[in-house]
């Protein structure tokens, strides 16, 4: 690039303002020397704002952070700025109220469990029953002391030497 065209770039193309967001911070574009599409940059109100913001403390809204990316070609006006703000709050008091009448259903069926089924009354309850295995199909891995010891070799050289069907066995307990 030549000494008076990056001298031309310097004076004359300038960032100007493209708007603020509810907050307060500003927000520039200016063309990009290399050519393609303009530089869009922001302006934080104060420097330790800008770290709030890095930190994740705080969010930019929606609307700038996507024109700030280029997947929005226009800026957001104040007017859409506001109707998402109150559509947040809408929101969050709807969410409220739809915690606190969980909170309330939850209560009122817990009173009712109560009251139906006292807890003197909860021993006789029988419990659903598991199905038994056979006596043959129970391994243990607990032996009676009066038992020798299981060696495995004694077992594996009393085997076939041709490879048998195996069938995992379910353990409860």
């Known amino acids: 690039m030549s000494f008076l065209r990056r001298i031309w770039q310097q004076y004359f193309w300038r960032p100007y303002l493209v708007g603020k ?3 307060g911070n500003r927000y520039f574009e200016f063309p990009n020397r290399g050519g393609d599409r303009p530089k869009r940059v922001i302006r934080y109100i104060s420097d330790d704002d800008m770290l709030a913001y890095v930190a994740s403390g705080r969010r930019l809204p929606v609307q700038w952070s ?11 006006t104040i007017e859409e ?7 947040r709050k809408r929101v969050q008091l709807n969410a409220a109220r739809l915690e606190e009448k969980e ?12 009251s139906v089924l006292p807890h003197s009354q909860n021993a006789d309850i029988p419990k659903p029953a598991e199905p038994l295995l ?3 199909e129970i391994q243990s891995d607990y032996r009676s002391p009066n038992t020798e010891p299981y060696d ?11 490879p048998q069907p195996w ?4 353990r409860r307990g």
Not at 66 to 76: M, N
Not at 81 to 87: E, G, W
Not at 103 to 114: D, F, I, P
Not at 167 to 170: E, G, I, L, R
């Open 134 to 136: 056979e006596p043959k």
């Open 21 to 23: 967001d509810l907050e």
């Open 81 to 87: 700025l506001h109707a998402d703000l109150a559509h």
């Open 103 to 114: 909170k309330e259903e939850r209560l009122r069926l817990a009173s009712q469990t109560t």
């Open 66 to 76: 996507s024109w700030l990316t280029h997947t929005r070609r226009d800026p957001p």
């Open 167 to 170: 069938t995992p066995v379910v």
């Open 152 to 162: 495995p070799w004694a077992a594996a050289n009393k085997a076939p030497e041709e």
